[in-house]
């Protein structure tokens, strides 16, 4: 089986330090792999040692999300892809998914694609699920415990409970954080990831312009970023009837 993990490379927050205008010394804030992708990493390693084939990693970045890949090698993961070229900066989610959904073409195919179910710094949990729409595949966001085999079936944990999905392959999956615990390096493992090589991708490999990637490409800006207040949770609920009405009142122009 080929699975593809999704990594991102986020800032460690508890090592945060602000400057003298509260603003983030980027600098000096350690970065690493994002909890949730821990997860999807140690699953596909064990669907691997049980049903054999490969696992590659891939994550979109900066040179230094390097040491993320390298990580996940030394953990176990074959291979190691990362897209960093200045023209993939400032992507939102739908952009991110569609240059990692131009990798995963480019790289192959696979069989299993997963993911975290969201990221620390962004946290949208959009991409995994936009990548399978790209690729036309089916997706069980949400994650906690799945078993491939013949089948895949996978737990999927929701506010009233745990769904259990079927699907055949390819699928994607996204992983809830901690639902698998990420084994350590091995000797042999930090040996293998100090001379493995990562390969690099750019956008011209990807077959994709400059104007379908980075910030040019992405519809989304974020031009605030605010601490929720405590204890206040802005959500209401409402059945897909509801968002179909609220959707159709507030842009009625993005509708069909
Ligand atoms: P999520 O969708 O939460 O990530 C889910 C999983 O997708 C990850 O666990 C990982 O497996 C995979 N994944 C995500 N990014 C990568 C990557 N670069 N490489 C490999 N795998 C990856 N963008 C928007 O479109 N809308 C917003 O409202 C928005 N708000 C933001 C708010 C903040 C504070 C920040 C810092 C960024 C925001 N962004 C937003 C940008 C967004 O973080 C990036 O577009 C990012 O590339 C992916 O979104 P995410 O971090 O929400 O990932």
Redesign the pocket.
């Known amino acids: 089986m080929r699975i593809l993990v999704?990594?991102?490379q986020v800032p460690d927050t508890t090592e945060v330090r602000l400057r003298e205008d509260y603003t983030l010394e980027r600098d000096f804030i350690a970065q690493v792999m994002?909890p949730?992708?821990e997860s999807?990493l140690e699953w596909a390693l064990q669907t691997r040692e049980k049903l054999g084939g490969e696992t590659t990693v891939?994550?979109?970045?900066p040179e230094r999300a390097e040491t993320t890949l390298r990580e996940a090698i030394a953990r176990g993961a074959d291979y190691a892809a990362l897209l960093t070229d200045r023209r993939f900066a400032g992507?939102?989610?739908?952009?991110?998914a569609r240059c990692?959904a131009a990798a995963a073409k480019r790289l192959g195919g696979f069989d299993m694609i997963v993911?975290?179910?969201?990221?620390v710094?962004?946290?949208?949990?959009?991409?995994?699920p936009m990548l399978a729409a790209l690729l036309n595949i089916p997706c069980v966001p949400n994650v906690t415990v799945a078993q491939a085999g013949e089948k895949l079936i996978a737990d999927q944990l929701t506010e009233a409970g745990v769904n259990r999905w079927a699907s055949g392959y390819p699928a994607l999956l996204?992983f809830c954080e901690w639902s698998y615990r990420l084994r350590l390096p091995t000797l042999s493992g930090l040996r293998r990831a100090r001379q493995a090589e990562i390969m690099r991708l750019t956008p011209d490999e990807l077959g994709l312009s400059a104007e379908e990637c980075g910030i040019k490409a992405?519809p989304?800006r974020?031009v605030r970023?605010e601490a929720r207040p405590v204890g206040v949770r802005p959500c209401k609920w409402m059945d897909a009837e509801g968002v179909m009405t609220a959707l159709m009142e507030r842009c009625p122009e993005a509708m069909p």
């Open positions: 999704c990594v991102k994002n949730a992708d999807a891939l994550s979109m970045g992507a939102d989610t739908l952009i991110t990692l993911c975290g179910r969201r990221a710094d962004g946290e949208t949990g959009q991409v995994g996204t992405s989304t974020v970023v």
